[in-house]
């Protein structure tokens, strides 16, 4: 049998590596670049990792050195020759069985050799170009390796700088927000600006109106008010005071076992001496430190704190009444219906509020007005109801102290014989009206139900 028919395929592919090795190398370089393509497409996906702890070649491995190995082998076999060295391990008769051996091999020569040469120079063509076959395929595999090196060298330096520029993408998106940020910051600076700039043009025109100094500081020369002195010289005496106060008792003998009664602006403390002397629960605030230390020296108990401030930080229906004395003209007219409408809320039901004020209805109250240079404006007695109603409230009612009505009055004209005078009716009641306008009490006292 043909030795070569044993492989027939191998063969071919020999010869075609003989005579088209060019096109060979063509074609493994394409399956080599196909390769990479796709080794390099699976890493965009993800798909592979190229790590060299990952990645093992065929150039680091123990495989490679048996082919390689297998390959010089080869070479070494690549010729094929009848003629070989003849030897005998046998004593004695190796010589002869050396001499028998080459006879033979001679005879064959002889006889088969137009037979057998032929067949041992194609199996040695045959071996050669199986060699130079594998050869070449080694030398494609390592030219394989060194570029998937050089591939994976590429990538590491590709994923290097693709996270550098995403570091370098986050810092300047960081610093876009920091410049945005920057930019409102400053727009909000300008507004500022443009809104103090219009804040002291304002200011100095209020200034120049009310005739200040444009240097504030000079106000400083004026001294502070003694309001306790000023009370003694204008509002009475505290005996005065308390006398006036005590017909509002009725209104707080409630069941004072939970809840007090809030004197809210209680200055020298007559109506907390007098809610004391009555064993009705009462505490009072006021903003003057004075009046604060006072009150506290006789035992009452007294916080430093404005109305608002306190009432909203009450529970709702926790006070068993407010009693508020001479502070309403002292306040603007939002915090005082703020005051209304929060005391409201922090009264039980069926509490009352009271409250004294001077009375815009008498002439002679409205002269001593502003004896008090902190009094904004007198407040009538409708506009309160006004806003008390509106808060809830649902009794309003107007009290006049007969200790606070004026004493001089006008007499009314008196004749032995009235004919005399033929309008002494009607001139007597003009001399009321008169009384009432100029005479009647300096204050009136609101008296609201929750």
């Known amino acids: 049998m043909h030795i070569n028919r044993r492989f027939p395929d191998t063969l071919e592919m020999v010869q075609d590596c003989n005579h088209n090795t060019n096109e060979f190398e063509s074609i493994a370089q394409t399956i080599h670049k196909k390769i990479v393509l796709r080794r390099i497409a699976q890493l965009n996906k993800g798909e592979v990792k190229m790590e060299s702890d990952r990645v093992s070649t065929f150039e680091n491995t123990s495989l490679n050195q048996e082919f390689i190995s297998t390959i010089h082998e080869a070479y070494s076999y690549q010729s094929l020759s009848a003629y070989r060295a003849l030897v005998s391990n046998r004593k004695g008769i190796g010589k002869l069985i050396v001499f028998g051996k080459r006879v033979i091999r001679k005879l064959i020569h002889v006889f088969f050799g137009w037979y057998i040469n032929p067949l041992l120079e194609q199996q040695s063509v045959y071996n050669g170009k199986i060699v130079n076959a594998v050869s070449i395929i080694n030398s494609i595999q390592s030219s394989n390796d060194e570029m998937l090196r050089l591939l994976r060298e590429q990538i590491d330096f590709v994923k290097e700088s693709t996270n550098r520029n995403e570091t370098q993408i986050d810092i300047i998106k960081e610093i876009s927000l920091q410049i945005d940020d920057l930019k409102e910051k400053s727009k909000q600076i300008s507004d500022i600006k443009e809104a103090m700039n219009q804040s002291d043009i304002q200011v100095e025109y209020i200034k120049a109106r009310l005739g200040f100094p444009k240097d504030l500081s000079l106000l400083n020369f004026a001294p502070p008010i003694d309001y306790m002195d000023f009370e003694n010289q204008f509002r009475g005496t505290r005996e005065h005071v308390k006398k006036i106060q005590e017909v509002y008792l009725d209104y707080f003998q409630v069941d004072n076992t939970k809840g007090r009664i809030l004197d809210i602006g209680c200055g020298r403390g007559e109506f907390l001496e007098l809610m004391w002397e009555n064993s ?136 032995k014989d009235p004919n005399v005078v033929e309008n002494i009716v009607e001139f007597n009641r003009g001399i009321e009206t008169a009384n009432s306008l100029l005479f009647s009490s300096g204050d009136y006292t609101l008296i609201a139900k929750k």
């Open 280 to 415: 009705i629960p009462a505490y009072g605030i006021d903003l003057y430190q004075p009046f604060v230390d006072f009150c506290r020296n006789r035992g009452f108990t007294v916080l430093k704190e404005d109305a608002l401030t306190h009432l909203s930080n009450l529970d709702n229906a926790s006070l068993n009444g407010i009693f508020i004395a001479h502070v309403m003209e002292h306040l603007d007219s939002v915090y005082l219906r703020a005051l209304i409408e929060v005391a409201y809320k922090k009264l039980k039901p069926n509490c009352y509020l009271l409250l004294e004020t001077p009375n815009p209805e008498s002439l002679l109250a409205l002269m001593f007005f502003h004896s008090d240079i902190e009094h904004t404006k007198p407040i009538p007695f409708r506009t309160l109801q006004y806003f008390f109603a509106k808060a809830g409230f649902s009794q309003i009612n107007r009290f006049h102290s007969s200790d606070t009505i004026w004493l001089d009055k006008m007499e009314e004209l008196r004749l």
